[in-house]
């Protein structure tokens, strides 16, 4: 038993079994033909196999138990795929309305997005062949060139230098009980020469232990995006369970001059404002050759937020230079899609300041400072091209200024007496991560939001905040676009299902007691703990990702057009297999609303 069948029940199965047919297609018969008549059944593949052709290219090849025609099917319209039977094919049809029950249910949904994805995976592989020329799709695996050098753990510092150099590698693997430890050349400079440690000390208390390691078959353009992610420079690469060898930035530099790495490296080394700017501004460059590359989308709105960090860090560090050392130890916070590493090309900014007071002092003695260095922060980003928040949700004004104790009883206040009020403000305050500064103020913020899972009222609002928006419903005839103004006849994919996922993960998520910001961490912690159907979050999962997909590459099209970004897609504008994903993305989307509102007793709108 195949999905998404396996998961009905018996009595449901024998309706199905009475409302199917039997059909023969024999090998090169075209059964359903790409932009022809809409399919009026879901089709089974009971023997034999067909396969799945976009203009004539090969996209999928589907077997015994496998499904075809759905996409069709919900949305009355044309095959966005041409299926041919390979070899002689047996195949069940399932008229519309039994096959409309099955494909709604949880495990339909999951059948449906599954495939589209595949779908959309093979179709980027296909479409064109010079990527396969392009050394941004080249595996890690094909960069190895020698076996991993190695020391003993009990080793002296001294002698693992010697080894790095008589090698001429920048790093040593190291084994351990836990696994593969790394030493790095980085490691001896910053935790050996620079605090002056002993180099009689054993090679492994410098060392990171268990080192994160990736498969060879690991294409060159992801393990650059993780490295930048993680802040390593090196990465193990294994191959049936055993190191073959080491990758290091080195090693991925060759994969293009717009690389995540490139610019952070021109952020650290400006000396001025001026200069920070002139390195942001390539960030859209940045982000055009990711997602040119097929790179995980929600992997890239992390890069963005990544890089958004080091413009803020520096700009922190020129701002000291500028205005002198801060009276207190503080954290500069992000907040909302920069402290969830989920951030486009459209975005704004969202940061505040926490601080510690000494003994004695008073906010009075040390906002003077602090405001001082929210301007010198805030204009250098909007200079780098990144605006103002409309709704004053930045360290420049007042109220994002306080002390640590202050912001946590703010938080605490939210959880005491949900309102309105509360429910904005937590949406975003909710969403904090330290950016720069030395005081570690997440633990302390940490603690008080998981004490929301103690809160039932608030709770509740954070639901009731996931069901505000409403995501379109169908397409063409029935998408709810914008009726009119500058977007008329546009989608609002931010909005209309980008949003919503994050508020529907922020609400289980803190339901869950996890202190996780990003919204896939989230719904994974909500699954773990029974908030939200395992399924469901899944769905979600795949819905947020294909929408950041369609959402990313809207807005490159427009920077490579010279036209500023925004959320706002043209349905008309997208391949078939676009539009179905959308679609499906949307169902998906509001389905968990209808379950979130049953689960939170919350009115769905």
Not at 98 to 105: C, T
Not at 549 to 554: A, D, F, G, I, P
Request: charged letters at 25%; aromatic letters at 6%.
């Amino acid at each position: 038993m195949y999905p998404p069948f396996s998961e009905l029940v018996p009595d449901r199965l024998a309706a199905i079994a009475r409302a199917i047919e039997i059909a023969h297609f024999p090998a090169g018969e075209v059964i359903l033909e790409q932009d022809g008549t809409p399919a009026s059944n879901l089709f089974v593949v009971r023997k034999g196999a067909v396969e799945v052709l976009d203009d004539g290219i090969v996209l999928d090849l589907l077997g015994e138990g496998e499904v075809f025609g759905q996409f069709s099917l919900l949305g009355q319209v044309s095959p966005v795929a041409t299926i041919r039977a390979l070899e002689d094919t047996l195949a069940y049809l399932i008229p519309r309305p039994v096959a409309v029950d099955v494909l709604s249910s949880p495990a339909g949904r999951s059948v449906v997005l599954a495939t589209m994805r595949r779908r959309l995976e093979v179709a980027n592989d296909e479409v064109s062949v010079a990527r396969y020329e392009d050394p941004r799709f080249a595996t890690i695996g094909s960069l190895i060139r020698r076996e991993p050098v190695t020391i003993e753990p009990d080793a002296p510092i001294a002698q693992a230098a010697l080894r790095m150099t008589e090698q001429r590698v920048s790093s040593l693997l190291i084994p351990t009980p836990e696994g593969w430890g790394i030493l790095t050349d980085r490691d001896l400079r910053a935790k050996v020469v620079a605090e002056k440690a002993s180099y009689d000390a054993p090679a492994i208390t410098s060392a990171t232990v268990p080192a994160r390691t990736l498969p060879s078959s690991t294409l060159s353009g992801e393990a650059l995006l993780e490295m930048f992610a993680q802040g390593v420079h090196h990465f193990p690469v294994t191959e049936g369970g055993r190191v073959i060898g080491i990758v290091t930035d080195t090693d991925l530099m060759g994969i293009g001059r717009h690389t995540p790495f490139a610019i952070k490296s021109a952020i650290e080394r400006a000396d001025t404002r001026e200069a920070v700017v002139d390195a942001g501004r390539q960030l859209p460059n940045v982000v055009a050759a990711l997602v040119d590359s097929t790179a995980d989308p929600v992997a890239v709105g992390r890069v963005i937020a990544l890089v958004i960090d080091a413009l803020t860090e520096r700009l922190v560090l020129l701002a000291g230079r500028s205005i002198g050392e801060a009276p207190a130890a503080f954290a500069w916070l992000s907040l909302g899609s920069a402290a969830r590493h989920e951030q486009a090309l459209h975005t704004d900014q969202d940061h505040a300041l926490a601080y510690e007071l000494a003994t004695g002092s008073t906010d009075e003695d040390v906002d003077g400072f602090f405001a001082d260095l929210a301007e010198f922060v805030t204009s250098g980003l909007e200079a780098v091209g990144i605006p103002r928040c409309h709704g004053d949700a930045m360290a420049v004004h007042p109220a994002m200024r306080r002390s640590l104790e202050q912001w946590a009883g703010r938080f605490r206040r939210w959880m005491d007496e949900p309102d309105l009020d509360a429910r904005i403000l937590s949406s975003i305050g909710f969403d904090f991560r330290r950016v720069a500064g030395p005081l570690a103020a997440e633990p302390t913020l940490d603690a008080a939001v998981r004490e929301a899972r103690t809160h039932p009222a608030f709770i509740e609002l954070l639901a009731r905040g996931a069901l505000t928006l409403k995501p379109p419903t169908g397409f063409f005839r029935d998408l709810v676009v914008e009726a009119k103004g500058e977007h008329a006849g546009r989608l609002d994919v931010k909005h209309g299902g980008i949003t919503i996922v994050t508020n529907i993960a922020r609400a289980v998520g803190i339901a869950a007691g996890t202190a996780s910001k990003g919204t896939l961490p989230r719904l994974d912690a909500a699954a773990a703990a029974g908030t939200l159907d395992p399924k469901v979050a899944g769905e979600l999962g795949d819905a947020f990702r294909f929408l950041w997909q369609v959402r990313l590459r809207h807005q490159v099209t427009q920077i490579e057009a010279g036209t500023a970004p925004d959320d706002f897609v043209d349905p008309t504008a997208l391949g078939p297999l676009d539009r179905s994903g959308l679609k499906e993305a949307f169902r998906v989307i509001r389905a968990a609303q209808t379950l979130v509102a049953t689960e939170f007793n919350a009115q769905l709108r």
